[in-house]
């Protein structure tokens, strides 16, 4: 990490250079039946669920939320796959719109995978400090039974799917699941292609590992790889990139910013988010979170920022 981490801090004259950033951020591109072959995705029911067809039954990652379940197995019977058959579920992530319908899933699929930190989540619960409520753990079927630190593979039928950690982007147990055969990574909520990224600080994430995943993101894919995040459409290699420079051009500024004392009130009074080619629905939560999330990383930052 503290390899990608000189990468990322560019100093004073880097942060404001990147202010100055290309205005074609976030075109979205679409697939169709015949790009994905035997891949969907399902939206509307917490983060979306996407589904890979194999003969000896579905590839799923992310379950949705509790509340969809029903509707996700309703979908996952559609597909082609006797009984809607679970040979593997995916979780990108522990948060309860990727991991509310487990339970359900979990009882029919022969394999959960997920990182290591999202399996001890799913086992121990968490407290939302936002809310001030603890999220109870999930039962032992709801759980992964296949967990990993780096990165990992598993062969279904004729599929291959391919996982690997982001680490601390997100969350503390981030993680991409891509399909080789198609060209296509799932990457949860580490990417935002419309709505505010979500940087869960009290859950390990902060915006130095979001702008390392991003930076990952776009090292395993190439011009024609499409990318789908749990909320938004599916989008390309330009929107990716897009993303990593707006992330990367705020995480200088904070780093300036942060050098000067100020608190995440003074960010947003002093306008550190004007003249980005994009706009936040709600700049102060967006900042609140992230200058937060640099004090919990302080130890990654200490020459940088003291």
Same mark, same amino acid.
Request: glycine share 10%; net charge negative; hydrophobic share 40%.
């Given at each position: 990490m503290?390899?990608?981490?000189?990468?990322?801090?560019?100093?004073i004259?880097?942060?404001?250079?990147?202010?100055?950033?290309?205005?074609?951020?976030?075109?979205?591109?679409?697939?169709?039946?015949?790009?994905?072959?035997d891949?969907?995705?399902?939206?509307g029911?917490g983060?979306?669920?996407?589904?890979?067809a194999?003969?000896e039954?579905?590839?799923?990652?992310?379950?949705?939320?509790?509340?969809?379940?029903?509707?996700?197995v309703?979908t996952?019977?559609?597909l082609?796959?006797p009984?809607?058959?679970?040979a593997?579920l995916?979780?990108?992530?522990?948060?309860?719109?990727?991991?509310?319908?487990n339970?359900?899933?979990?009882?029919?699929?022969?394999?959960?995978?997920?990182?290591e930190?999202t399996?001890?989540?799913?086992?121990?619960?968490w407290?939302?400090?936002?809310?001030?409520?603890y999220?109870?753990?999930?039962p032992?079927?709801?759980?992964?039974?296949k967990?990993?630190?780096?990165?990992g593979?598993?062969?279904?039928?004729?599929?291959?799917?391919?996982?690997?950690?982001l680490?601390e982007?997100?969350?503390?147990g981030?993680?991409?699941?891509?399909?080789?055969?198609?060209?296509?990574?799932?990457?949860?909520?580490?990417v935002?292609?419309?709505r505010?990224?979500v940087?869960d600080?009290?859950?390990?994430?902060?915006?130095?590992?979001?702008?390392?995943?991003?930076?990952?993101?776009?090292?395993?894919?190439?011009?024609?790889?499409?990318?789908?995040?749990?909320?938004?459409?599916?989008?390309g290699?330009?929107?990716?990139?897009?993303? +990593?420079d707006?992330?990367?051009a705020?995480?200088?500024?904070?780093?300036?910013?942060?050098?000067?004392?100020?608190?995440?009130?003074?960010?947003?009074?002093?306008?550190?988010?004007?003249?980005?080619?994009r706009?936040?629905?709600?700049?102060?939560?967006?900042?609140?979170?992230? +200058?937060k999330?640099?004090?919990a990383h302080h130890n990654?930052?200490?020459?940088?920022?003291?």
């Open positions: 503290q390899a990608n981490r000189r990468d990322v801090l560019r100093g004259a880097a942060g404001v250079a990147a202010a100055a950033l290309p205005s074609s951020a976030f075109a979205h591109d679409v697939l169709t039946d015949d790009e994905v072959r891949l969907r995705m399902r939206s029911v983060g979306s669920v996407v589904v890979l194999t003969r039954g579905q590839i799923v990652v992310d379950s949705g939320d509790a509340e969809s379940s029903k509707v996700v309703s996952l019977r559609t082609g796959v009984d809607g058959k679970v593997v995916v979780n990108t992530h522990w948060h309860r719109d990727q991991t509310g319908a339970e359900m899933l979990g009882s029919q699929a022969t394999t959960i995978v997920g990182h930190k399996k001890q989540r799913l086992a121990a619960g407290y939302v400090p936002a809310d001030d409520r999220e109870p753990p999930l032992p079927k709801a759980r992964p039974t967990a990993f630190y780096e990165t593979s598993l062969q279904v039928g004729e599929k291959r799917v391919e996982f690997g950690y680490i982007a997100h969350t503390d981030d993680i991409y699941v891509r399909f080789p055969d198609v060209n296509i990574v799932a990457v949860g909520d580490v935002s292609p419309e505010d990224p940087l600080w009290f859950g390990g994430g902060w915006l130095g590992g979001r702008v390392d995943a991003l930076k990952k993101l776009l090292e395993i894919g190439d011009a024609s790889t499409r990318y789908v995040p749990s909320y938004g459409p599916v989008i290699r330009k929107d990716v990139q897009a993303e +990593h707006l992330m990367l705020i995480f200088d500024r904070m780093v300036v910013n942060l050098r000067l004392g100020q608190t995440a009130d003074d960010m947003v009074k002093a306008g550190l988010l004007d003249g980005l080619p706009k936040f629905e709600d700049p102060k939560k967006f900042l609140y979170d992230a +200058h999330g640099f004090w990654k930052l200490m020459n940088d920022i003291v």
